[in-house]
């Protein structure tokens, strides 16, 4: 990029936000599909009442960098990677980006998670309160 004198500049802009679906972040995340991208959480913990550690950068790349086969022996390696409910990634791209923190520069996609937040808690908790045939009326 040109500076107001037209001398050529490097920039780097740094990844902010990142608009994704709780699938997407699991990918991109590199853990599996029921596990948390945030938390250390699996589907076996979600709902209790333990505060689980952050899912960081440095735990990611530090378990996979412990998987020592070869990432295109794929049986092996994704046998390899489930043990730390990763996903399989060998080489995330964000991996050597400074400061990186996908459980972080994630942002929900409001119009899902919303609806979802709306028909999962407050219309079933309506339905119960009233009786499905009320809520119909």
Same mark, same amino acid.
């Given at each position: ?18 608009? !994704?679906?709780?699938?997407? %972040? &699991?990918?991109?995340?590199?853990? +599996?599909?029921?596990? /948390? #991208? ?35 022996? !794929?049986?092996?390696?994704? %046998? &390899?990677?489930?043990?730390?409910? +990763?996903?399989?990634? /060998? #080489? ?40 499905? %045939?009320?809520?119909?009326?």
């Amino acid at each position: 990029m040109s500076d107001p004198l037209g001398n050529l500049r490097y920039c780097f802009t740094p990844l902010v936000s990142c608009i !994704v679906d709780t699938p997407e %972040a &699991a990918m991109i995340g590199c853990v +599996l599909g029921l596990t /948390s #991208h945030v938390t250390m959480a699996t589907y076996k913990n979600y709902g209790d009442a333990q505060r689980h550690k952050s899912h960081t950068t440095a735990i990611t790349l530090s378990q996979l960098r412990s998987i020592d086969c070869n990432p295109l022996s !794929v049986k092996e390696y994704f %046998a &390899a990677c489930t043990l730390f409910q +990763l996903s399989g990634m /060998s #080489h995330p791209y964000w991996r050597d980006w400074p400061f990186a923190e996908p459980s972080r520069f994630f942002t929900p996609e409001t119009l899902h998670h919303g609806h979802r937040e709306f028909w999962d808690h407050n219309v079933q908790w309506c339905i119960h309160g009233l009786r499905k %045939a009320e809520i119909d009326f």
